[in-house]
């Protein structure tokens, strides 16, 4: 006869299933209540703009804190309110003709990311802009509110010392760098 402690040992690892699953989970970014705005200073003017996110799957372990997939921004998105300058962003600086994505591929990160509610990771990877992969670590605001994931960020892209063109002409001048902030909405499922 099989005591009550043998029995709760063996049925332990059925009972531990479902969590040990939960813990990876995938996250399907929903590009059309996703978002990229960005903000660029110059001597005489500040440029604010947004981008359209593509597509974006992101898989993660809690347990083993593991992460992987990505996230797809369409270069020729950019919209600034100015069809002449936003034709001038897509030809000439982000050349679009040749590189219509721009893409993160997370490869890591640190931190907690909680079951539910807020979490602050770090999270790092390969942000590919004009066809050049740059590694990039960035911070990321997640809450998790049941199947419904939001991740926020900000962060810096030196765009010019990354290799794509300085659009200062003249006595106009900007930044060298770009301010993003990246905001990305979606559903959050487990998986196997």
């Not at 996230?71 to 950019?78: E, I, N, P, Y």
């Not at 794509?164 to 770009?178: G, H, R, T």
Request: charged share 15%.
């Amino acid at each position: 006869m099989k005591t009550i402690a043998q029995s709760l040992i063996l049925a332990l690892p059925l009972i531990l299933a479902p969590v040990a699953f939960a813990q990876h989970q995938t996250f399907t970014v929903n590009p059309d209540s996703s978002h990229v705005a960005f903000s660029l200073g110059g001597n005489a003017h500040h440029v604010d703009g947004t981008f359209h996110v593509q597509s974006g799957s992101i898989d993660f372990d809690r347990s083993a804190q593991t992460i992987s997939g990505s996230v797809v921004v369409a270069a020729g998105s950019g919209s600034s309110g100015d069809q002449s300058r936003d034709k001038k962003m897509n030809s000439d600086v982000l050349d679009v003709a040749h590189f219509a994505d721009v893409s993160f591929v997370p490869k890591s990160y640190q931190g907690t990311i909680a079951a539910s509610g807020d979490s602050t990771i770090q999270v790092n990877g390969v942000f590919t802009l004009h066809g050049a992969p740059h590694d990039l670590t960035v911070p990321m605001q997640i809450h998790i509110d049941g199947a419904t994931l939001t991740a926020k960020t900000h962060f810096t892209v030196p765009y010019v010392q990354w290799g794509l063109k300085d659009p200062s002409i003249f006595i106009l001048k900007v930044a060298k760098e770009v301010d993003i902030d990246l905001t990305l909405e979606g559903r959050l499922s487990s998986s196997n």
